[in-house]
């Protein structure tokens, strides 16, 4: 089994629904983020976290929340979905120390 | 100035071929840098960590220059397995990883 593991994969939905990217992970870290990724933009920070109390904004976080609902659950909301969001998704991991991130396999998120 | 700011190539080699990859940043206080693989449409993974001077491993080589804030990776004896695209990604303090847009590499016969 994966490290960390995301579902859906892959979703399409319509603009204006609400969905949620989910992930977890087996590693113990405390830390872990969502990243989304445009091509040409690489990976660009939407929320992190250092622990379940503590949610940090990224660079990109407007029209995003989370919720991270125990050390190994951190989820993605969209609330009211738009094309724009279309994306790769990834929810990484990483120690304290961030000696390394761990990601997800992604999810590939459509909006139409 | 973008935090950490990446060619994002294509650099096409032939097989057998030396490359090199920089990477700069703005960060002068970034203490942790590394250099990640990504397939196309797959995750990232960590290929090398650079912490002081630059490391080494097999065909690998990672450097750090501090004083000029970039590091660079050189691959020697090019793999067609090699292509792939490298993202340079740095240690914002002890908070975050920000990672760069990333260099497409694509080996060829």
């Known amino acids: 089994d994966a490290d960390v593991t995301q579902t859906p994969r892959n979703r399409i939905t319509k603009t204006g629904k609400r969905i949620m990217l989910e992930c977890s992970q087996t590693?113990?870290?405390?830390?872990m983020y969502w990243y989304r990724q445009d091509p040409g933009l690489g990976l660009r920070l939407i929320y992190y976290s250092f622990d379940v109390k503590d949610i940090n904004k990224g660079e990109i976080s407007d029209g995003y929340s989370v919720s991270r609902q125990a050390q190994a659950k951190f989820s993605l909301s969209l609330e009211s979905a738009i094309p724009n969001q279309t994306a790769l998704y990834f929810c990484?991991?990483?120690?304290?120390?961030?000696?390394?991130?761990?990601f997800g396999q992604g999810t590939r998120l459509t909006v139409v | 100035r973008k935090e950490v700011e990446q060619d994002p190539g294509p650099f096409n080699v032939p097989e057998g071929a030396t490359v090199a990859f920089n990477c700069t940043y703005s960060?002068?206080?970034?203490?942790?840098f590394f250099w990640y693989r990504q397939d196309c449409r797959k995750e990232p993974k960590l290929l090398m960590s650079v912490y002081s001077s630059g490391n080494e491993d097999g065909r690998f080589t990672a450097q750090l220059n501090r004083a000029s804030q970039y590091i660079s990776l050189l691959i020697r004896d090019s793999k067609l397995s090699d292509s792939a695209t490298y993202l340079c990604v740095v240690n914002w303090g002890t908070d975050k990883l920000i990672f760069g847009t990333g260099t497409r590499l694509q080996v060829f016969p």
């Open positions: 590693k113990g870290h405390d830390r």
């Open positions: 990484a991991t990483s120690d304290y120390l961030n000696t390394e991130a761990f």
């Open positions: 960060n002068s206080a970034s203490q942790s």
